[in-house]
């Protein structure tokens, strides 16, 4: 059992989404896919680094996938922090046989209603994510912890979160944006939704 000054810790986890990639510029769907960041993407991590020196950070952590680790690496450079941490719970939502697709092919090939062969579910991703969370939280305890992910399991942590609310479905999550978490008296709680999510009408990114 947690004694009291334990269970009133707080541990900061702010989630912030990898730079764009080709994929990302041209639709494509990435899920598990490796791809790394274009130009674009790596002044995105530079830029999120330089936003995030106002804050104080004890470690990035990031997804093994290339464009995740490639934007942890900027920003820990940034930030003067070393060499990010890898954490494989922290990947993209894997999906399957439409990764590669555009969504208008994703839509033509697996029309709604139509099973997607090897889609990982939403309640898996959480299955995952969630205790990934809660171990970050214990390893760094009392710290600020950033970690460097993908739109599908931010997503997913913020329908869980606001009970599906959020993101709207004219909303997308942007490049670089910043998702704060706070971990205390052994639970997670969703404290900032970035306010970088635009609307669909003001980019095209996708959301992987």
């Known amino acids: 059992m947690l004694n009291s000054t334990e ?10 989404r990898h730079g764009q990639t080709e994929w990302n ?16 993407g790596r002044a995105q991590a530079a830029e999120s680094g330089m936003r ?4 104080h950070w004890d470690v990035v952590v990031s997804s093994p996938l290339l464009r995740a680790e490639e934007t942890a690496r900027i920003i820990a450079g940034e930030l003067g922090l070393t060499r990010p941490e890898l954490d494989a719970d922290m990947t993209e939502r894997h999906h399957g046989e439409v990764e590669g ?20 579910t939403r309640q898996h991703v959480l299955g995952r994510v969630l205790p990934a ?13 950033l970690i460097v992910s993908h739109g ?15 993101p709207r479905h004219d909303e997308i999550i942007a490049n670089g944006s910043v998702h704060d978490f ?3 008296y052994g639970r997670i709680e969703l404290t900032h939704f970035d306010a970088t999510l635009r609307t ?7 959301l992987r």
């Open 7 to 16: 269970a009133a810790r707080v541990t900061r986890l702010s989630i912030v």
């Open 25 to 40: 510029l041209h639709q494509r769907i990435q899920g598990s896919t490796d791809i790394p960041l274009n130009s674009t």
């Open 52 to 55: 995030l020196r106002e804050r």
């Open 101 to 120: 697709l555009t969504f208008a092919e994703r839509q033509k090939r697996f029309p709604d209603g139509v099973p997607v062969p090897g889609l990982e």
């Open 133 to 145: 969370l809660a171990r970050l939280a214990d390893v760094h305890d009392g710290k600020s912890v």
């Open 152 to 166: 599908g399991i931010i997503g997913t942590l913020l329908r869980h979160f606001t009970d599906g609310e959020r």
């Open 182 to 184: 706070v971990w205390q």
């Open 200 to 206: 669909v009408n003001e980019s095209f990114d996708v």
